[in-house]
Nanobody, 119 residues
Framework: QVQLVESGGGLVQAGGSLRLSCAAS????????MQWYRQAPGKQREFLAS???????NYADSVKGQFTISRDNDKNTVYLQMNSLKPEDTAVYLC?????????????WGQGTQVTVSS
């Protein structure tokens, strides 16, 4: 069984920054693409960014230039650096990963971490 655990969320004032982490644990041979999403109340889940094993990143237009995704393959961890935060960035932030456990490739979600940006 594989678990993804997000951390680093919290309350921040507009214009501030946060760095989210998502650590994978369990039976892991390798982790392919890792992604960040967010979901605000009453809204659909929104893709934010993805990163491949070698570190190729892809961003949604809505966060390009504002958020930066990175990963540490030795730690099975993906990060999301969020700068210049705005109240509309308030949401639950979730990570997603395709994990190879040596027998199969499965997709996993974390439980999410709350980010609240005050005006």
């Amino acid at each position: 069984q594989v678990q993804l655990v997000e951390s680093g969320g919290g309350l921040v004032q507009a214009g501030g920054s946060l760095r989210l982490s998502c650590a994978a644990s369990g039976r892991i041979v390798s982790i392919n693409e890792m992604q960040w999403y967010r979901q605000a109340p009453g809204k659909q889940r929104e893709f934010l960014a993805s990163i491949t094993i070698p570190g190729r990143a892809n961003y949604a237009d809505s966060v390009k230039g504002q958020f930066t995704i990175s990963r540490d393959n030795d730690k099975n961890t993906v990060y999301l650096q969020m700068n210049s935060l705005k109240p509309e960035d308030t949401a639950v932030y979730l990570c997603n990963a395709d994990v190879d456990d040596g027998r199969t490739l499965m997709n996993y979600w974390g439980q999410g971490t709350q980010v609240t940006v005050s005006s």
